[in-house]
Protein backbone atom coordinates (compact mmCIF):
# COMPACT_ATOMS: atom_id res chain seq x y z
CA UNK A 1 0.00 0.00 0.00
CA UNK A 2 2.59 2.73 -1.27
CA UNK A 3 0.92 4.81 -3.30
CA UNK A 4 2.42 8.47 -4.33
CA UNK A 5 0.29 11.51 -4.51
CA UNK A 6 0.90 14.55 -6.95
CA UNK A 7 1.58 17.67 -4.91
CA UNK A 8 2.73 20.82 -6.01
CA UNK A 9 6.18 22.11 -4.10
CA UNK A 10 5.53 24.52 -0.88
CA UNK A 11 8.69 25.67 0.43
CA UNK A 12 11.26 28.00 -0.81
CA UNK A 13 14.52 29.48 -0.37
CA UNK A 14 14.31 32.35 2.27
CA UNK A 15 17.51 34.01 3.48
CA UNK A 16 19.16 30.42 3.75
CA UNK A 17 16.04 28.59 4.64
CA UNK A 18 13.82 26.53 3.41
CA UNK A 19 10.32 27.20 4.60
CA UNK A 20 6.60 27.80 3.47
CA UNK A 21 6.88 31.62 3.91
CA UNK A 22 2.92 31.84 4.50
CA UNK A 23 3.44 29.58 7.24
CA UNK A 24 6.01 30.61 8.25
CA UNK A 25 5.24 34.65 8.40
CA UNK A 26 1.93 34.15 10.27
CA UNK A 27 2.94 31.68 12.81
CA UNK A 28 6.24 34.37 13.80
CA UNK A 29 3.37 37.08 13.52
CA UNK A 30 0.77 35.30 15.61
CA UNK A 31 3.00 34.53 18.09
CA UNK A 32 4.25 38.21 18.57
CA UNK A 33 1.06 39.02 18.96
CA UNK A 34 -0.02 37.18 21.56
CA UNK A 35 3.11 37.01 23.55
CA UNK A 36 2.68 41.22 23.39
CA UNK A 37 -0.82 41.03 24.10
CA UNK A 38 -0.38 38.88 26.94
CA UNK A 39 2.41 41.15 28.25
CA UNK A 40 1.33 44.60 27.91
CA UNK A 41 -2.36 43.49 28.77
CA UNK A 42 -2.28 41.29 31.74
CA UNK A 43 -4.56 41.64 33.46
CA UNK A 44 -7.04 42.05 30.46
CA UNK A 45 -5.73 39.01 28.55
CA UNK A 46 -5.74 36.93 31.87
CA UNK A 47 -9.66 37.98 32.08
CA UNK A 48 -10.70 37.05 29.11
CA UNK A 49 -8.46 33.75 28.72
CA UNK A 50 -10.15 32.69 31.82
CA UNK A 51 -13.52 33.73 30.25
CA UNK A 52 -12.87 31.76 27.89
CA UNK A 53 -11.36 29.08 29.71
CA UNK A 54 -14.91 29.11 31.38
CA UNK A 55 -16.96 29.11 28.21
CA UNK A 56 -15.33 26.02 26.73
CA UNK A 57 -15.38 24.17 29.71
CA UNK A 58 -19.05 24.35 30.51
CA UNK A 59 -20.46 24.22 27.04
CA UNK A 60 -17.63 22.02 25.60
CA UNK A 61 -16.64 19.75 27.93
CA UNK A 62 -18.95 17.31 26.59
CA UNK A 63 -17.71 16.99 23.33
CA UNK A 64 -14.11 16.89 24.85
CA UNK A 65 -15.52 13.36 26.73
CA UNK A 66 -17.23 12.15 23.75
CA UNK A 67 -14.25 12.90 21.44
CA UNK A 68 -11.53 11.22 23.72
CA UNK A 69 -13.55 7.86 24.02
CA UNK A 70 -14.11 8.05 20.57
CA UNK A 71 -9.99 7.76 19.92
CA UNK A 72 -9.62 4.34 21.71
CA UNK A 73 -12.34 2.80 20.14
CA UNK A 74 -10.92 4.09 17.09
CA UNK A 75 -7.47 3.04 17.62
CA UNK A 76 -8.16 0.03 18.70
CA UNK A 77 -10.39 -0.70 15.44
CA UNK A 78 -7.41 0.21 13.47
CA UNK A 79 -4.77 -2.37 15.78
CA UNK A 80 -7.36 -5.02 15.60
CA UNK A 81 -9.26 -4.48 12.10
CA UNK A 82 -8.37 -5.58 8.66
CA UNK A 83 -5.97 -2.74 8.70
CA UNK A 84 -3.35 -4.42 11.87
CA UNK A 85 -0.94 -5.34 9.05
CA UNK A 86 -0.11 -2.61 7.13
CA UNK A 87 3.46 -1.55 7.47
CA UNK A 88 3.96 2.52 7.48
CA UNK A 89 6.04 2.79 4.37
CA UNK A 90 5.17 -0.02 2.50
CA UNK A 91 5.37 -3.75 2.76
CA UNK A 92 9.53 -3.59 2.23
CA UNK A 93 9.86 -0.76 4.55
CA UNK A 94 12.37 -1.46 7.27
CA UNK A 95 12.44 0.39 10.97
CA UNK A 96 14.77 3.06 11.17
CA UNK A 97 15.90 2.67 14.96
CA UNK A 98 15.65 0.01 16.94
CA UNK A 99 12.70 -1.02 19.54
CA UNK A 100 14.33 0.23 22.34
CA UNK A 101 15.47 3.04 20.84
CA UNK A 102 12.26 3.80 19.42
CA UNK A 103 9.95 3.92 22.52
CA UNK A 104 12.75 5.99 24.34
CA UNK A 105 11.70 8.66 21.69
CA UNK A 106 8.46 8.27 21.44
CA UNK A 107 8.12 8.15 25.36
CA UNK A 108 9.87 10.98 26.36
CA UNK A 109 8.79 13.32 23.76
CA UNK A 110 5.14 12.33 24.81
CA UNK A 111 5.13 12.00 28.45
CA UNK A 112 7.78 15.10 29.14
CA UNK A 113 8.28 15.93 32.90
CA UNK A 114 4.51 15.99 33.75
CA UNK A 115 5.45 12.43 35.00
CA UNK A 116 7.65 13.57 37.10
CA UNK A 117 5.64 16.81 38.31
CA UNK A 118 2.61 15.16 38.79
CA UNK A 119 2.99 11.54 40.01
CA UNK A 120 2.40 12.85 43.69
CA UNK A 121 1.29 16.43 43.50
CA UNK A 122 -2.35 15.20 41.49
CA UNK A 123 -2.90 12.17 43.61
CA UNK A 124 -2.29 14.45 46.52
CA UNK A 125 -4.57 16.92 45.17
CA UNK A 126 -7.64 14.98 44.33
CA UNK A 127 -7.17 13.24 47.65
CA UNK A 128 -7.88 16.97 49.63
CA UNK A 129 -10.58 18.11 46.69
CA UNK A 130 -12.06 14.57 45.53
CA UNK A 131 -14.03 14.56 42.42
CA UNK A 132 -17.03 12.27 43.64
CA UNK A 133 -16.39 10.45 47.75
CA UNK A 134 -16.42 13.34 49.89
CA UNK A 135 -16.70 12.46 53.44
CA UNK A 136 -15.89 8.54 52.56
CA UNK A 137 -13.70 6.52 53.88
CA UNK A 138 -10.12 8.09 53.59
CA UNK A 139 -9.13 4.72 52.12
CA UNK A 140 -11.79 4.73 48.81
CA UNK A 141 -10.74 8.44 48.31
CA UNK A 142 -7.03 7.74 47.82
CA UNK A 143 -8.20 5.06 45.59
CA UNK A 144 -10.12 7.34 43.75
CA UNK A 145 -7.43 9.86 44.04
CA UNK A 146 -4.95 7.54 41.80
CA UNK A 147 -8.09 6.35 39.68
CA UNK A 148 -8.11 9.19 38.08
CA UNK A 149 -4.84 10.06 37.71
CA UNK A 150 -4.45 6.89 36.07
CA UNK A 151 -7.59 8.39 33.32
CA UNK A 152 -5.42 12.06 33.27
CA UNK A 153 -1.94 10.56 32.32
CA UNK A 154 -2.84 7.06 30.78
CA UNK A 155 -4.32 5.34 27.25
CA UNK A 156 -6.44 8.77 26.79
CA UNK A 157 -3.82 10.77 26.13
CA UNK A 158 -1.61 8.07 23.99
CA UNK A 159 -4.49 7.57 22.05
CA UNK A 160 -4.82 11.35 20.59
CA UNK A 161 -0.55 11.15 19.83
CA UNK A 162 -1.39 7.63 18.10
CA UNK A 163 -4.16 9.18 16.09
CA UNK A 164 -2.12 12.20 15.08
CA UNK A 165 1.07 9.90 14.71
CA UNK A 166 -0.09 7.04 12.93
CA UNK A 167 -2.10 9.54 10.15
CA UNK A 168 0.66 11.35 9.61
CA UNK A 169 3.07 8.57 9.64
CA UNK A 170 1.21 6.91 7.12
CA UNK A 171 0.60 9.59 5.05
CA UNK A 172 3.71 10.89 4.55
CA UNK A 173 5.87 7.16 4.12
CA UNK A 174 3.30 5.19 2.03
CA UNK A 175 1.45 8.41 0.08
CA UNK A 176 4.46 10.12 -0.11
CA UNK A 177 3.39 13.11 1.11
CA UNK A 178 4.89 16.33 3.07
CA UNK A 179 5.28 15.39 7.08
CA UNK A 180 2.91 18.49 7.94
CA UNK A 181 -0.49 18.23 9.95
CA UNK A 182 -2.05 19.45 6.07
CA UNK A 183 -1.52 15.82 4.64
CA UNK A 184 -3.51 14.02 7.02
CA UNK A 185 -6.95 15.63 5.95
CA UNK A 186 -5.83 14.63 1.71
CA UNK A 187 -8.70 12.13 1.74
CA UNK A 188 -11.19 14.59 2.63
CA UNK A 189 -10.34 18.23 1.10
CA UNK A 190 -7.88 16.76 -1.76
CA UNK A 191 -5.80 19.38 -3.30
CA UNK A 192 -6.95 22.38 -1.23
CA UNK A 193 -4.66 21.50 1.34
CA UNK A 194 -1.51 23.27 -0.80
CA UNK A 195 -3.92 25.73 -0.23
CA UNK A 196 -5.13 28.24 2.76
CA UNK A 197 -6.83 25.59 4.15
CA UNK A 198 -3.95 23.64 4.64
CA UNK A 199 -1.99 26.66 5.71
CA UNK A 200 -4.39 27.23 8.30
CA UNK A 201 -3.94 23.73 9.73
CA UNK A 202 -0.41 24.17 9.82
CA UNK A 203 -0.10 27.76 11.33
CA UNK A 204 -2.32 26.01 14.39
CA UNK A 205 -0.12 23.25 14.73
CA UNK A 206 2.77 25.49 14.77
CA UNK A 207 1.82 27.72 17.55
CA UNK A 208 -0.08 25.04 19.70
CA UNK A 209 3.17 23.56 19.38
CA UNK A 210 5.16 26.70 20.89
CA UNK A 211 3.21 27.82 23.42
CA UNK A 212 2.44 23.90 25.02
CA UNK A 213 6.12 23.58 24.70
CA UNK A 214 7.00 26.86 26.62
CA UNK A 215 4.40 26.35 29.26
CA UNK A 216 5.64 23.21 30.31
CA UNK A 217 9.32 24.90 29.79
CA UNK A 218 7.93 27.47 31.91
CA UNK A 219 6.67 24.32 34.80
CA UNK A 220 9.70 22.71 34.66
CA UNK A 221 11.87 25.00 35.17
CA UNK A 222 10.39 25.87 38.59
CA UNK A 223 10.61 22.01 39.80
CA UNK A 224 14.20 22.52 38.47
CA UNK A 225 14.89 25.31 40.48
CA UNK A 226 13.32 23.93 43.54
CA UNK A 227 15.94 20.92 43.37
CA UNK A 228 18.88 23.19 42.70
CA UNK A 229 17.50 24.60 46.54
CA UNK A 230 17.06 20.94 47.56
CA UNK A 231 20.60 19.70 46.56
CA UNK A 232 22.75 23.09 46.43
CA UNK A 233 21.15 25.98 48.24
CA UNK A 234 20.73 27.95 45.53
CA UNK A 235 17.28 30.14 46.20
CA UNK A 236 14.38 30.00 44.12
CA UNK A 237 14.06 32.82 42.12
CA UNK A 238 12.80 34.80 38.59
CA UNK A 239 16.90 35.24 38.12
CA UNK A 240 17.48 31.82 38.37
CA UNK A 241 14.58 30.34 36.51
CA UNK A 242 15.14 32.85 33.42
CA UNK A 243 19.21 31.27 33.80
CA UNK A 244 17.55 27.35 33.58
CA UNK A 245 15.53 28.53 30.94
CA UNK A 246 19.12 29.85 29.10
CA UNK A 247 21.03 26.92 29.85
CA UNK A 248 18.15 24.52 28.66
CA UNK A 249 17.78 26.11 25.43
CA UNK A 250 21.67 25.61 24.61
CA UNK A 251 21.51 22.11 25.11
CA UNK A 252 18.32 21.99 23.16
CA UNK A 253 19.80 24.07 20.34
CA UNK A 254 23.07 21.83 20.25
CA UNK A 255 21.04 18.54 20.20
CA UNK A 256 18.61 20.17 17.55
CA UNK A 257 21.62 20.86 15.63
CA UNK A 258 22.75 17.15 15.14
CA UNK A 259 19.39 15.91 14.59
CA UNK A 260 17.27 13.13 15.52
CA UNK A 261 19.44 10.30 15.30
CA UNK A 262 22.34 11.80 17.24
CA UNK A 263 20.58 14.27 19.83
CA UNK A 264 17.43 13.38 20.38
CA UNK A 265 18.16 9.70 20.53
CA UNK A 266 20.76 9.90 22.89
CA UNK A 267 18.70 12.09 25.37
CA UNK A 268 15.60 9.81 24.95
CA UNK A 269 17.76 6.93 25.92
CA UNK A 270 19.31 8.82 29.14
CA UNK A 271 15.74 9.79 30.15
CA UNK A 272 14.64 6.23 30.31
CA UNK A 273 17.66 4.63 31.84
CA UNK A 274 17.78 7.93 34.77
CA UNK A 275 13.94 7.47 35.17
CA UNK A 276 14.51 3.23 35.68
CA UNK A 277 17.72 4.41 38.22
CA UNK A 278 14.68 6.21 40.52
CA UNK A 279 12.49 3.80 39.94
CA UNK A 280 14.89 0.97 40.99
CA UNK A 281 15.98 3.09 44.23
CA UNK A 282 13.10 3.72 45.25
CA UNK A 283 11.32 0.62 44.96
CA UNK A 284 14.46 -1.09 46.74
CA UNK A 285 14.87 1.55 48.88
CA UNK A 286 11.09 2.04 49.88
CA UNK A 287 8.09 -0.03 50.35
CA UNK A 288 8.99 -2.65 47.81
CA UNK A 289 5.55 -4.98 48.65
CA UNK A 290 3.18 -2.39 49.08
CA UNK A 291 4.08 -0.66 45.34
CA UNK A 292 3.70 -3.86 43.53
CA UNK A 293 0.99 -4.67 45.39
CA UNK A 294 -0.67 -1.44 44.67
CA UNK A 295 0.25 -1.47 41.18
CA UNK A 296 -1.58 -4.83 40.59
CA UNK A 297 -4.96 -3.14 42.78
CA UNK A 298 -4.68 0.16 41.60
CA UNK A 299 -4.98 -1.45 37.96
CA UNK A 300 -7.64 -3.54 38.85
CA UNK A 301 -9.43 -0.43 40.50
CA UNK A 302 -8.87 1.11 37.26
CA UNK A 303 -9.96 -1.03 35.18
CA UNK A 304 -13.54 -1.84 37.02
CA UNK A 305 -14.05 2.11 37.09
CA UNK A 306 -12.84 3.18 33.52
CA UNK A 307 -16.33 3.69 31.43
CA UNK A 308 -17.73 5.25 34.90
CA UNK A 309 -14.73 7.50 35.17
CA UNK A 310 -14.34 8.49 31.06
CA UNK A 311 -17.90 8.81 30.86
CA UNK A 312 -18.43 10.79 33.75
CA UNK A 313 -19.38 14.90 33.00
CA UNK A 314 -21.06 15.72 36.65
CA UNK A 315 -24.29 16.13 34.72
CA UNK A 316 -26.25 15.44 37.70
CA UNK A 317 -23.60 16.73 40.51
CA UNK A 318 -23.61 20.40 39.71
CA UNK A 319 -19.91 20.61 40.58
CA UNK A 320 -16.75 21.86 38.83
CA UNK A 321 -13.80 19.63 39.57
CA UNK A 322 -14.34 17.51 36.31
CA UNK A 323 -14.49 20.98 34.27
CA UNK A 324 -11.77 22.18 35.76
CA UNK A 325 -9.17 18.83 35.90
CA UNK A 326 -10.44 16.13 33.43
CA UNK A 327 -11.16 18.90 30.87
CA UNK A 328 -8.25 20.69 31.12
CA UNK A 329 -5.76 17.20 30.63
CA UNK A 330 -8.03 16.80 27.24
CA UNK A 331 -7.10 20.28 26.36
CA UNK A 332 -3.52 19.94 26.83
CA UNK A 333 -2.89 16.84 25.70
CA UNK A 334 -4.78 17.62 22.47
CA UNK A 335 -3.02 21.24 22.55
CA UNK A 336 0.32 18.84 22.53
CA UNK A 337 -0.91 16.39 19.96
CA UNK A 338 0.43 18.20 17.03
CA UNK A 339 3.72 18.27 18.44
CA UNK A 340 4.31 14.72 19.91
CA UNK A 341 2.28 13.09 17.13
CA UNK A 342 4.79 14.75 14.06
CA UNK A 343 7.70 13.56 16.02
CA UNK A 344 6.30 10.51 16.54
CA UNK A 345 5.37 10.00 12.60
CA UNK A 346 8.62 10.83 12.05
CA UNK A 347 10.18 8.01 13.87
CA UNK A 348 7.71 5.05 13.24
CA UNK A 349 8.84 4.37 9.44
CA UNK A 350 8.61 0.28 9.21
CA UNK A 351 5.99 -0.45 12.18
CA UNK A 352 2.97 -2.23 11.25
CA UNK A 353 -0.13 -0.19 12.35
CA UNK A 354 -1.03 -2.83 14.82
CA UNK A 355 2.75 -2.82 16.38
CA UNK A 356 2.95 1.16 16.24
CA UNK A 357 -0.79 0.89 18.50
CA UNK A 358 0.26 -0.99 20.71
CA UNK A 359 3.79 0.31 21.62
CA UNK A 360 2.08 4.30 21.27
CA UNK A 361 -1.07 3.15 23.62
CA UNK A 362 -0.62 0.86 26.17
CA UNK A 363 2.91 0.53 26.69
CA UNK A 364 3.34 4.27 27.73
CA UNK A 365 0.14 4.09 29.91
CA UNK A 366 1.12 0.74 31.65
CA UNK A 367 4.91 1.97 32.46
CA UNK A 368 3.19 5.53 33.86
CA UNK A 369 0.97 3.73 35.61
CA UNK A 370 3.65 1.90 37.68
CA UNK A 371 5.70 5.16 38.31
CA UNK A 372 2.76 6.95 39.57
CA UNK A 373 2.23 3.61 42.06
CA UNK A 374 5.23 3.46 43.38
CA UNK A 375 5.25 7.48 43.82
CA UNK A 376 1.76 8.61 44.30
CA UNK A 377 1.05 5.07 45.81
CA UNK A 378 3.92 5.48 48.67
CA UNK A 379 2.39 8.95 49.34
CA UNK A 380 -1.22 8.15 49.62
CA UNK A 381 0.13 4.96 52.42
CA UNK A 382 2.07 7.61 53.99
CA UNK A 383 -1.03 9.44 54.14
CA UNK A 384 -3.33 7.58 55.51
CA UNK A 385 -0.82 6.42 58.12
CA UNK A 386 -0.83 9.82 59.57
CA UNK A 387 1.61 11.62 57.47
CA UNK A 388 1.07 14.72 56.68
CA UNK A 389 4.34 16.13 55.19
CA UNK A 390 3.49 15.67 51.48
CA UNK A 391 0.01 17.57 51.86
CA UNK A 392 2.16 20.85 52.93
CA UNK A 393 4.58 20.44 50.41
CA UNK A 394 1.72 19.87 47.99
CA UNK A 395 -0.36 23.11 49.08
CA UNK A 396 3.32 25.25 49.23
CA UNK A 397 4.73 24.57 45.89
CA UNK A 398 4.22 21.25 43.99
CA UNK A 399 7.44 21.42 42.30
CA UNK A 400 9.11 20.73 45.77
CA UNK A 401 6.77 17.59 46.20
CA UNK A 402 9.20 15.30 44.56
CA UNK A 403 12.16 16.42 46.62
CA UNK A 404 10.38 16.19 49.99
CA UNK A 405 9.47 13.18 48.84
CA UNK A 406 12.85 11.75 48.79
CA UNK A 407 13.49 12.99 51.89
CA UNK A 408 11.94 9.70 53.31
CA UNK A 409 14.49 7.58 51.74
CA UNK A 410 17.99 6.78 52.04
CA UNK A 411 20.24 8.04 49.73
CA UNK A 412 18.35 10.97 49.55
CA UNK A 413 21.03 13.21 48.02
CA UNK A 414 21.34 10.95 45.21
CA UNK A 415 17.30 10.61 44.37
CA UNK A 416 17.18 14.36 44.50
CA UNK A 417 20.87 14.75 41.95
CA UNK A 418 18.79 11.96 39.58
CA UNK A 419 15.54 13.60 39.56
CA UNK A 420 17.21 17.26 38.66
CA UNK A 421 18.83 15.80 35.65
CA UNK A 422 15.70 14.03 34.82
CA UNK A 423 13.63 16.67 34.96
CA UNK A 424 16.60 18.90 32.62
CA UNK A 425 16.75 15.61 30.11
CA UNK A 426 12.88 15.32 29.71
CA UNK A 427 12.48 19.33 28.99
CA UNK A 428 15.80 19.45 27.05
CA UNK A 429 14.13 16.54 24.90
CA UNK A 430 10.90 17.76 24.80
CA UNK A 431 12.59 21.55 23.16
CA UNK A 432 14.64 19.36 21.30
CA UNK A 433 11.96 17.54 19.36
CA UNK A 434 9.99 20.63 19.49
CA UNK A 435 12.47 22.41 17.30
CA UNK A 436 12.45 19.44 15.11
CA UNK A 437 8.95 19.52 14.33
CA UNK A 438 7.90 23.03 13.89
CA UNK A 439 11.10 23.17 11.46
CA UNK A 440 9.30 20.51 9.52
CA UNK A 441 5.59 22.24 9.26
CA UNK A 442 7.28 25.27 8.78
CA UNK A 443 9.27 24.29 6.00
CA UNK A 444 6.50 22.26 3.72
CA UNK A 445 7.15 18.93 5.47
CA UNK A 446 10.68 18.75 4.79
CA UNK A 447 12.49 15.78 6.52
CA UNK A 448 15.93 17.37 5.45
CA UNK A 449 16.28 20.92 6.35
CA UNK A 450 19.34 23.44 7.34
CA UNK A 451 20.95 22.45 10.19
CA UNK A 452 20.44 26.45 11.43
CA UNK A 453 16.36 26.00 10.98
CA UNK A 454 16.32 23.44 14.00
CA UNK A 455 18.37 26.51 15.91
CA UNK A 456 15.70 29.30 15.28
CA UNK A 457 12.98 27.15 16.87
CA UNK A 458 14.96 25.96 19.70
CA UNK A 459 16.01 29.75 20.56
CA UNK A 460 12.27 30.61 19.65
CA UNK A 461 11.16 27.93 22.23
CA UNK A 462 13.57 29.07 25.08
CA UNK A 463 12.83 32.94 24.18
CA UNK A 464 8.69 32.92 24.83
CA UNK A 465 9.15 30.84 27.68
CA UNK A 466 11.63 33.30 29.44
CA UNK A 467 9.69 36.42 28.62
CA UNK A 468 6.43 35.05 29.85
CA UNK A 469 8.29 33.94 33.06
CA UNK A 470 9.47 37.51 33.25
CA UNK A 471 5.98 39.08 32.52
CA UNK A 472 3.89 36.55 34.42
CA UNK A 473 2.27 35.69 31.47
CA UNK A 474 2.78 31.36 32.10
CA UNK A 475 -0.66 30.77 33.92
CA UNK A 476 -2.72 32.63 30.66
CA UNK A 477 -0.81 31.10 28.00
CA UNK A 478 -1.49 27.27 29.84
CA UNK A 479 -4.92 28.52 29.59
CA UNK A 480 -4.55 29.56 25.89
CA UNK A 481 -2.92 26.46 24.95
CA UNK A 482 -5.98 24.56 27.11
CA UNK A 483 -8.48 26.43 24.82
CA UNK A 484 -7.15 25.82 21.53
CA UNK A 485 -7.70 21.62 22.40
CA UNK A 486 -11.39 22.17 21.40
CA UNK A 487 -10.82 23.14 17.31
CA UNK A 488 -8.16 20.53 17.79
CA UNK A 489 -10.32 17.61 18.68
CA UNK A 490 -12.97 18.22 15.79
CA UNK A 491 -9.37 17.91 13.63
CA UNK A 492 -8.75 14.72 15.74
CA UNK A 493 -11.91 13.17 14.75
CA UNK A 494 -11.78 14.57 10.81
CA UNK A 495 -8.14 12.50 11.01
CA UNK A 496 -9.84 9.58 12.08
CA UNK A 497 -12.48 9.84 8.81
CA UNK A 498 -9.39 11.19 6.68
CA UNK A 499 -7.22 8.24 7.76
CA UNK A 500 -10.18 5.85 7.62
CA UNK A 501 -10.55 7.14 3.94
CA UNK A 502 -7.17 7.06 3.04
CA UNK A 503 -6.21 3.67 4.57
CA UNK A 504 -9.42 1.85 2.83
CA UNK A 505 -9.00 3.32 -0.50
CA UNK A 506 -5.66 1.76 -0.46
CA UNK A 507 -6.75 -1.19 0.66
CA UNK A 508 -9.14 -2.02 -1.45
CA UNK A 509 -6.72 -0.83 -4.37
CA UNK A 510 -4.43 -3.19 -3.10
CA UNK A 511 -7.36 -6.10 -2.86
CA UNK A 512 -8.28 -5.71 -6.23
CA UNK A 513 -4.73 -6.06 -7.10
CA UNK A 514 -4.63 -9.04 -5.36
CA UNK A 515 -8.04 -10.87 -6.76
CA UNK A 516 -6.87 -10.10 -10.86
CA UNK A 517 -3.17 -11.02 -10.04
CA UNK A 518 -5.21 -14.51 -8.57
CA UNK A 519 -7.74 -14.45 -11.63
CA UNK A 520 -4.51 -14.06 -13.77
CA UNK A 521 -2.71 -16.85 -11.71
CA UNK A 522 -5.92 -19.13 -12.24
CA UNK A 523 -6.31 -18.67 -15.55
CA UNK A 524 -2.70 -19.39 -16.22
CA UNK A 525 -3.38 -22.56 -14.34
CA UNK A 526 -5.77 -23.37 -16.27
CA UNK A 527 -4.15 -22.87 -19.51
CA UNK A 528 -1.59 -25.07 -18.36
CA UNK A 529 -3.89 -27.75 -16.97
CA UNK A 530 -5.68 -27.41 -20.48
CA UNK A 531 -2.10 -27.69 -22.49
CA UNK A 532 -1.13 -31.12 -20.07
CA UNK A 533 -4.49 -32.48 -20.79
CA UNK A 534 -3.86 -31.87 -24.63
CA UNK A 535 -0.49 -32.90 -24.34
CA UNK A 536 -1.07 -36.20 -22.39
CA UNK A 537 -4.15 -36.98 -25.01
CA UNK A 538 -1.83 -36.31 -28.21
CA UNK A 539 1.15 -38.79 -26.36
CA UNK A 540 -2.13 -41.38 -25.70
CA UNK A 541 -3.09 -40.89 -29.66
CA UNK A 542 0.35 -40.87 -30.76
CA UNK A 543 1.35 -44.52 -28.35
CA UNK A 544 -1.95 -45.82 -30.05
CA UNK A 545 -0.67 -45.02 -34.02
CA UNK A 546 2.64 -46.51 -33.06
CA UNK A 547 1.34 -49.66 -31.57
CA UNK A 548 -1.37 -49.73 -34.46
CA UNK A 549 1.38 -49.07 -37.19
CA UNK A 550 3.70 -51.57 -35.52
CA UNK A 551 0.94 -54.41 -35.54
CA UNK A 552 -0.27 -53.99 -38.93
CA UNK A 553 3.91 -54.05 -39.92
CA UNK A 554 3.79 -57.37 -37.97
CA UNK A 555 0.65 -58.53 -39.59
CA UNK A 556 2.66 -57.88 -43.03
CA UNK A 557 5.44 -59.56 -42.24
CA UNK A 558 4.17 -62.63 -41.41
CA UNK A 559 1.63 -62.50 -44.74
Excluded at 244 to 264: C, D, E, H, Q
Excluded at 462 to 487: D, E, R, W
Amino acid sequence: MSIKVTRRESASKFLGLLVNKTVFFAAMSILIAIVGFTLLFEEKASYYYNLAQTAVSAHGGWMYTLAVNLFIVFCLYMAFGKFGSVRIGGSKAKPEFSLWAWFAMLFSAGIGNGLVLFSIADPVRDFLNPPRLAGENPALIAQEAINFSFLHHGIYGWAIYSVVGLALAYFTFNRKMPLTLRSIFYPVLGNRIYGWMGDVIDVMAVITTLFGLATTIGFGVGQINSGFTHVFGIPSSLFYQILIIVGVTLAATLSAFSGVNKGVQMLSKLNVRVASAIFILVVVLGPTTFIFKSYIQNLGSYLTNFIDMSTWTESLQGTNWQKTRTIMYWGWWISWSPFVGTFIARISKGRTIKEFILCVLILPALVTFLWFSAFGGTTMRDILLGDTAMIAAVNDNISTALYVFFDKFPLAMLLKVLGVVLICSFIITSADSGALVVDSITSGGKLKTPAFQRVIWAVAIGVIASVLMYGGGLNALQTVVTISGLPFAFMLVMMCASLYKGLNEDYEKTRRKEQLLEKESYRKNIIELINKERDKKNRERLEVDNTQNQDDHESTIKS
